[in-house]
């Protein structure tokens, strides 16, 4: 039985608490947050304890931590972990700071322990079915993707001034995705982006909408698209041309059913936000986490992953502000 502290109670952290507790395979030991009372009642609904997170970090009873808080919190988080010999799942990002999070990535190799990162979209069923076909070659070579990611409603301004911009927290599961999906880094990025959903998103500096063209180094294309505003709920699509055919993942809907009259064809919207879309791969993520520390088996998504997809992120911030593509190895 994998033993383990959870850190941060937030919303997310809440995902996580369901997640660990539904696996046969661990026990949520422990819980830490910057509130208290928020770990207290988190940590009651699942039988566990709060505690403060050096405590927690350094009980040797725990096995592994999963670390749900601030991402100006990762890194520091991630290195004492590890030094304290524990597994790691984190969040995304690794940190605001792609110098930072490489800092960090030393300090985990030289732990000799493994982390994991929480880019949870590489488990939602759909999208894991997409990518088996491409690696069974059912489509020849891939050559264009199409990344679409839009939330049903921007954030509070509040959150978008500590969040380190669209790019690094926002499209960076779409970077991981086309890295994942294409099998490596690209070799460019060119990024534009806009404040036109809310003018106070832009007035702290952030865009709300945004596309951004990856090019490899082979000539294949990634377009990923973002925006903060779709008002009939969270549009998660890819689609994938390759040299035989085509793939496409389509939004899951809040049900199966339409109506078909003679005023048109009706059907339902796609589910509201993450924490309905993708309740399915957290749960599938975690289970692979388990798998991995339980069997010694490669971990399906590496700190390395974490950083290269903040590489990307960095560069299409740069490309971005001065309106030029930027190469990916100029930021690495």
């Given at each position: 039985?994998l ?25 949520l ?7 208290m ?5 988190l ?5 566990a304890e709060?505690?403060a997170?050096?405590q927690?970090?350094?009980?040797a ?6 670390i ?14 590890t030094?304290?010999?524990k597994?790691?799942?984190c ?6 700071s792609?110098?930072?999070a ?8 030289a732990s000799?322990r ?5 880019f949870?979209?590489r488990?939602?069923?759909?999208f ?6 491409v690696?069974?070659?059912e ?13 049903p409603a921007p954030p509070?301004?509040?959150y ?10 926002m ?10 999906i294409m099998?490596g880094l690209p070799?460019t990025v060119?990024?534009?982006g806009?404040?036109?959903?809310d003018?106070?998103?832009g007035a702290?500096?952030d ?12 000539g294949?294309?990634?377009?990923i ?7 009939y709920g ?5 689609e994938?041309?390759g040299?035989?055919?085509l ?19 009706v059907?339902a919207?796609?589910e ?11 749960l599938?993520?975690?289970?692979a ?12 998504v ?7 997809a903040l ?5 299409a ?9 930027v190469k ?5």
């Open positions: 039985m033993k383990v502290g959870l850190l941060g109670a937030g919303r997310i952290g809440n995902v996580h608490a369901k997640a660990i507790s539904a696996h046969p395979g661990s026990r030991v422990a819980v830490s947050d910057v509130n009372e928020a770990a207290k009642k940590a009651a609904q699942y039988g709060a505690r997170t050096d927690i970090i350094g009980d009873l725990i096995d592994a931590v999963l749900a808080t601030s991402t100006d919190t990762h890194s520091d988080l991630i290195e004492a972990a030094k304290a010999g597994a790691v799942l969040e995304k990002p690794v940190d605001l792609l110098e930072r490489r800092v960090c990535q030393k300090a985990v190799a000799g493994r982390v994991m990162i929480g949870n979209r488990f939602d069923p759909n894991a079915a997409l990518k088996a076909a690696d069974r070659g489509i020849g070579k891939a050559e264009l993707l199409s990344v679409t990611s839009f939330d509070p301004v509040s978008v001034r500590v969040s380190g911009g669209l790019f690094r927290d499209m960076i599961h779409d970077f991981d995705m086309a890295c994942w099998g070799e060119t990024a534009i806009s404040s036109i959903v003018p106070a998103i702290v500096g865009v709300d909408t945004a596309v951004v063209t990856l090019y490899f180094a082979d294949r294309i990634a377009v698209k973002n925006s903060r505003r779709a008002v969270y549009d998660q699509r890819v994938l041309l040299s035989e055919g793939l496409s993942a389509g939004n899951v809907l809040e049900n199966t059913v339409s109506k078909a009259t003679a005023a048109g064809v059907g919207k796609p509201f936000f993450f924490l309905e879309r993708y309740m399915r791969a957290y599938a993520e975690w289970a986490f388990v798998d991995a520390v339980n069997t010694g088996s490669a971990l399906p590496t700190l390395d992953d974490g950083v290269n590489a990307v992120a960095e560069a911030t740069r490309s971005a502000k001065s309106g030029e593509t990916v190895a100029s930021v690495l």
